[in-house]
């Protein structure tokens, strides 16, 4: 049964069109988010929304009307959609339902005041006019996380899009297109780096929502961290510690796939303690993309100790290695190899015995060098590692 007479619900009918102007002109004042000039054709489309909406609880609330109802409830979820879609936040929205609900239930209460209605009659009013409100406001709140939810998941899947195509090489014009569509804006580099294992939650934070995450299938994770600069990135390797990971070289936000390539061939030189930096290891990852030339150079670095023990021709090769490295300053070497600096004069005696001239031919020398680094990847057989 209605709570207000036919006169009074004729009256409130008829100023609905007012009432709303004035909703919309306080929540306009009163509402950042709100404060923008609307132009004359989008501002009568809001007040007639609004009309509709305090149409809609007239009927709804005060005559009874359960079709309505669902109408009214259907159109403020539409209306949370619409909001999100715009950009405004829900504190907006529903600041903008507190001062619409201020000001409809000053002209309801006005109006049911000047028609004598009683005071429990206002008092009902009032209850439905604020029950209704919060009703809506459920709504639309329901309507814009809804709409965020599908955004939000929309987005990720395009940006696993763009990360797949840039992990693929994919050209410039695609990945530009995919980078838009993401509405992720492109920095000047990316670095890829491999996480062979789960990444930390302290990674992904560090990182931010910039970078870009890729799991290879039945492989380490891929990350393309934009804007790395080059004393950051043993920072990087450092958030790693625990899990194998190597840093890919810094390009050119499309040539991301290079990166990642070179980065997953680092990766075997990585271990739990100790990340691998691409940029660290050029010669090892030169010679690891030329197979047959790295054995030939190994073989002919290593063959004057082939006549020794296993354990003896490991021990001198990497006191060889490590002379090259340090280029021949026998303190830092012994440092490298945690032994006495007497212990290394001993060692290359020896290997000034077996090598002869090729350590004074600066050819032969580099022919050396990356001939042990070849040795110093090579695993030493368990009669080896017994044997030391």
């Known amino acids: ?109 006005g109006s049911a005041v000047a028609a004598e209605e009683p005071a429990a009659n206002v008092a009902a009013l009032a209850e439905k006019t604020f029950a209704f409100i919060d009703e809506l406001s459920a709504q639309s709140l329901a309507g814009h996380t809804a709409a965020l939810t599908a955004r939000t998941r929309e987005l990720a899947r395009r940006r696993d899009q763009l990360t797949a195509a840039l992990v693929a090489g994919e050209a410039r014009p695609a990945l530009e297109h995919l980078a838009e569509s993401a509405r992720w804006k492109a920095p000047e580099t990316l670095t890829a780096l491999v996480v062979d294992g789960e990444p930390r939650t302290a990674l992904a934070t560090a990182l931010g929502e910039r970078a870009l995450w890729s799991p290879v299938a039945d492989g380490p994770t891929v990350v393309l961290v934009p804007g790395v600069r080059s004393n950051a990135r043993n920072g990087l390797l450092e958030r790693c510690v625990g899990t194998p990971a190597a840093l890919g070289p810094t390009v050119a ?113 580099l022919e050396l060098t990356l001939g042990l680094l070849v040795e110093a990847r090579t695993e030493p057989t368990s009669d080896t590692k017994d044997e030391r």
């Open 1 to 109: 049964m209605p709570i207000l007479t036919d006169r009074t619900l004729a009256e409130l009918r008829a100023s609905l069109p007012e009432t709303a102007s004035a909703c919309v002109e306080a929540i306009v004042e009163e509402v950042p988010g709100y404060d923008r000039a609307f132009d004359p054709a989008l501002r009568s489309n809001i007040e007639r929304a609004v009309e509709q909406a305090l149409s809609g609880f007239v009927a709804t609330q005060i005559e009874g009307d359960r079709a309505t109802s669902r109408s009214t409830l259907d159109g403020a979820y539409r209306l949370g959609q619409g909001e999100a879609a715009s950009g405004r936040s829900t504190d907006a929205l529903l600041a903008a339902y507190r001062v619409g609900a201020r000001v409809a239930w000053a002209q309801f209460a």
């Open 253 to 365: 936000w499309t040539d991301a796939g290079e990166s990642v390539r070179q980065a997953l061939r680092a990766l075997r030189f990585a271990s739990a303690d100790d990340g691998a930096d691409c940029d660290e290891l050029l010669p090892e990852l030169a010679l690891d993309s030329a197979p047959l030339v790295a054995t030939r150079l190994r073989e002919r670095a290593v063959a004057p100790l082939e006549d020794l023990s296993p354990a003896k021709r490991e021990v001198l090769a990497e006191t060889l290695l490590a002379w090259l490295l340090h280029q021949g300053r026998r303190d830092e070497v012994a440092g490298r190899l945690h032994v006495h600096p007497q212990t290394v004069r001993y060692r290359m005696n020896t290997v000034r015995e077996l090598y002869g001239d090729a350590l004074t031919d600066p050819r032969r020398v």
